[in-house]
């Protein structure tokens, strides 16, 4: 098997650069990567989804006229080495849109289409926006800007629906697209032969977190192109691959992954129609490949082993699971026919799956590789393009997020005696800085290159990468000793009725530090076994001093709370660990009384 990492020591420093596995792709710019997908794959699927209950389709010729048109109109509009932001749901028109500002028009500013109207305002005005690409789910939003904002001269409304007739500055995609292809037609190249200087900042992302909280990431084609290459040298994908985008395109995992490199290696883009939809999109749209969170994974996995327990089968998988993971070993796999009929239900032709952005049960990842579905875990940062490890077919290392890929190094700093530190990383793929940002930049950045993450990890004999936790959540010890929130949260999460949780260290008055936790309880699957309150705190409260077994007992979780509120999540779906510390800190500050006195209660009383 070939070697995937090169490990060397530098200025004292153990550095891991990643080597790949399969031959990379290189582009120069995104849209040498739009032109050469047309080339190769010409009148096949780029993109296939639904509209008003009728599956449309899109070729990679159409991707490539429509942007060419578009950028053209958007040329003519005046719009060149302007600020242009796009908010909507994923869709084609979004790829569309994007590809156009950044292909030779100028800086696109995707943004986060769960944010409310103060804070896109905000962030329109920081990325000093000049035209904004919107679904009509906005337009609401957009009208209501029009009326004070003087900044954006351009409202460009992806569906054909009725425009205010007194304000010339909106404007529809469609009537843009036409345009376009008429100046084309005429022999305008302005955008076509638009020179891309693929160093300069090219994309504009904001980082989640409240508006004056967060960082604007600078990136360049060759930040985007580096890292797409990287990923094709780790992952292989195909030109017959489906792969259902649902993860918001506006962050740069499913920009990168789900959009770029899809396009570059010929894959069929399909968008899934909601969250309740997933099951039956991944069917409709015979999907292959999905490139997801850990809450996505999870729901799915859940969803499986609900329907094999309702039927009764949980011993029979149980054994049969026992029989395949023993003819493997032996090299034989049929695990895709012995589960053929829970493959069946989930998605007879799912192959992949890739998870990001936060740990995952490791549970849940040998349960879909039992059923014959390669599961990988990565790892990666806006700042980073984003992808800096991942797992791969021929390493595997469940609890770690695998190697570096190819041409990127990852070093720990200052590690403990554990081999723990902060985690560092150089490559292509690391951004050019934060907009207008200097100091935040400088605090992060080395002269060398280094770029640090703030998250903890350990780098093993191998070269697999396993991420501790965040720098700024770490649990210190009185003795000394360190834990992370995400440890208890994964393990809190696989017990059942419970849907989620968040783990924190507590002061107690005489200093000592507590580990507790608020758990979000299942109220369905309670209601279903007629437990009260105090019996969910009781069947919870077995299973915690179950799981403290395995844990030292400096580091056991000691007190909890229940609540059946979701925790705050970002749209990445990772805990705002800052908004849940202060809703716990102001329940118990209410109560007058220290969590001891509380345990096990429930918050939404």
């Not at 507590?506 to 530090?513: E, L, S």
Request: charged residues 25%; contains cysteine.
């Amino acid at each position: 098997m070939k070697k995937s990492v090169e490990i060397v020591n530098e200025n004292g420093r153990r550095i891991v650069k990643g080597l790949g596995h399969f031959e990379p792709v290189y582009v120069s710019d995104c849209r040498e990567l739009v032109k050469r997908s047309r080339r190769i794959y010409d009148s096949k699927a780029a993109f296939r989804f639904k509209k008003n209950g009728k599956v449309i389709e899109k070729t990679y010729i159409d991707l490539d006229n429509d942007i060419d048109a578009l950028g053209t109109a958007l040329h003519d509009l005046g719009l060149k080495d302007g600020f242009i932001s796009v908010i909507s749901e994923n869709r084609y028109e979004w790829s569309v849109a994007y590809f156009s500002i950044i292909n030779g028009t100028g800086v696109g500013v995707p943004l986060d289409k769960y944010l409310p109207k103060n804070e896109v305002e905000n962030l329109v005005t920081r990325g000093r926006v000049e035209a904004i690409f919107y679904s009509e789910n906005y337009h609401e939003m957009m009208v209501d800007f029009s009326k004070n904002n003087s900044q954006i001269k351009f409202f460009i409304c992806m569906d054909d629906i009725e425009l205010p007739i007194d304000d010339a500055r909106f404007i529809l995609m469609s009537s843009l697209i036409k345009r376009g292809s008429e100046l084309l037609e005429k022999g305008d190249r302005r955008f076509v032969d638009a020179v891309i200087d693929n160093q300069k900042m090219s994309v504009l992302l904001f980082t989640s977190g409240t508006t004056m909280a967060s960082k604007g990431v600078m990136l360049s084609h060759k930040n985007i192109v580096s890292n797409v290459a990287s990923v094709t040298a780790q992952i292989e994908l195909y030109p017959n691959d489906v792969h259902l985008s649902l993860l918001p395109l506006h962050h740069t995992f499913e920009n990168t992954v789900g959009l770029m490199v899809m396009v570059l290696c010929g894959v069929t883009i399909s968008y899934c129609e909601g969250i309740k939809y997933l099951v039956d999109n991944i069917r409709e749209f015979n999907v292959t490949v999905l490139v997801g969170v850990p809450a996505i994974f999870e729901a799915i996995y859940n969803r499986v082993m609900d329907s094999i327990e309702k039927q009764g089968k949980t011993a029979l998988i149980r054994k049969a699971a026992k029989v395949s993971n023993f003819l493997l070993k032996l090299g034989i796999d049929v695990r895709r026919k012995i589960f053929k009929a829970v493959l069946e239900k989930l998605g007879p032709n799912l192959r992949l799956f890739v998870s990001g952005a936060a740990p995952i049960s490791p549970e849940i990842i040998r349960g879909f590789e039992t059923f014959g579905i390669t599961f990988l875990q990565g790892y990666g940062l806006t700042e980073t393009s984003p992808v800096i490890s991942v797992n791969t077919l021929f390493q595997n290392e469940i609890g770690t997020v695998g190697t570096p890929l190819k041409d990127i190094e990852i070093t720990i700093d200052n590690p403990d005696e554990n081999g723990m530190g902060e985690i560092l990383t150089r490559s292509e793929s690391v951004m050019l800085g934060y907009y207008e940002n200097p100091e935040e930049t400088n605090r992060v950045m080395e002269e060398d290159g280094w770029f640090r993450t703030g998250d903890l990890g350990v780098i093993d004999e191998n070269g697999n990468l396993r991420i501790t936790g965040r720098a700024k959540s770490m649990i210190v010890f009185t003795n000394g000793k360190k834990a992370f929130p995400e440890e208890y949260e994964i393990l809190l999460n696989v017990i059942p009725g419970v849907k989620e949780s968040f783990a924190w260290g507590h002061k107690a008055p005489d200093g000592d530090i507590q580990v507790c936790a608020k758990i979000v309880v299942d109220k369905d699957y309670f209601e279903a076994k007629g437990y009260t309150r105090e019996q969910i705190g009781d069947e919870i409260e077995i299973a915690i001093k179950e799981m403290n077994k395995g844990i030292p007992k400096y580091k056991i979780l000691r007190y909890f709370l229940l609540t059946y509120e979701e925790l705050a999540k970002t749209t990445k779906m990772s805990i705002k660990r800052n908004v849940e510390t202060d809703k716990v800190k102001s329940y118990l500050d209410k109560a007058g009384v220290d969590i001891r006195k509380l345990n096990k209660t429930f918050m939404d009383n």
